[in-house]
């Protein structure tokens, strides 16, 4: 059974301390990997596809990386706006999207 | 361009009534999908319409819940005889196809007392 285990489940920061997510997956055949921000009361927004290990990709403040058995999302120098819960979610094959708990992260001023 | 939109936002209704979300999905998608998020928890996939295909049904959690599709346009997700258990925020989302990255609405909230 696909899985999909993201790290830590909270995280407080202070404004401008850099960190990363985890997120790790155990799936046969990965199609693709994607992180979205969710933030309270609203729907999740598409953030980044990843598709083979290797690959990274930047918006911003983050950056998001994979390899054959997880992926982070780095941010660095974060921003009271970035606070938000970060979802992680992988598609096998033909197989729907399976999402991960989310990590729950808050930047202080 | 517009985004997903979902209606109502908010939703109370009473044990034992049925209730109907809409979908409205982002024009030119074929990709349409249904997920349910309890309070404090992960996406939970419900189900999933590509186009004029047959829709992936498997995450439906009883025969209280179905859900159509008229074409690559609106989709209800109807809930019969609904129960406490039924409480939780219902995201749709739509894509260009199946596989491509998913574009959520706003989530209808569902209360059932």
């Known amino acids: 059974e696909d899985q999909v285990t993201q790290s830590p489940e909270a995280l407080r920061l202070q404004e401008g301390e850099s960190s990363s997510l985890n997120c790790s997956y155990t799936v046969s055949g990965l199609r693709g990997l994607f992180w979205y921000r969710q933030d309270p009361g609203k729907g999740p927004e598409f953030l980044f596809t990843l598709y083979s290990a290797g690959e990274e990709k930047e918006k911003e403040r983050l950056k998001a990386t994979l390899t054959k058995k997880e992926s982070f999302l780095h941010i660095t120098a974060p921003k009271p706006e970035d606070s938000a819960t970060y979802l992680c979610a992988v598609q096998a094959g033909a197989q729907k999207l399976v999402f991960g708990q989310g990590t729950r992260l808050t930047i202080n001023p | 361009g517009a985004g997903v939109s979902q209606s109502p936002s908010n939703k109370v209704t009473e044990k034992g009534k049925d209730v109907e979300l809409r979908c409205d999905p982002i024009?030119?998608?074929?990709?349409l999908y249904w997920y349910r998020q309890r309070l404090g928890q992960g996406l939970e996939f419900l189900i999933y319409?590509?186009?004029?295909?047959?829709?992936?049904k498997s995450g439906l959690p009883s025969d209280r819940f179905s859900a159509e599709r008229t074409g690559e346009s609106v989709s209800t997700l109807t809930i019969q005889r609904t129960q406490q258990e039924d409480s939780a925020v219902y995201l749709c989302?739509?894509?260009?196809?199946?596989?491509?990255?998913?574009?959520f609405g706003p989530g209808t909230r569902l209360t059932v007392t």
């Open positions: 024009s030119g998608h074929t990709a």
């Open positions: 989302a739509s894509s260009l196809r199946w596989g491509y990255e998913q574009y």
């Open positions: 319409f590509q186009g004029n295909s047959a829709p992936d």
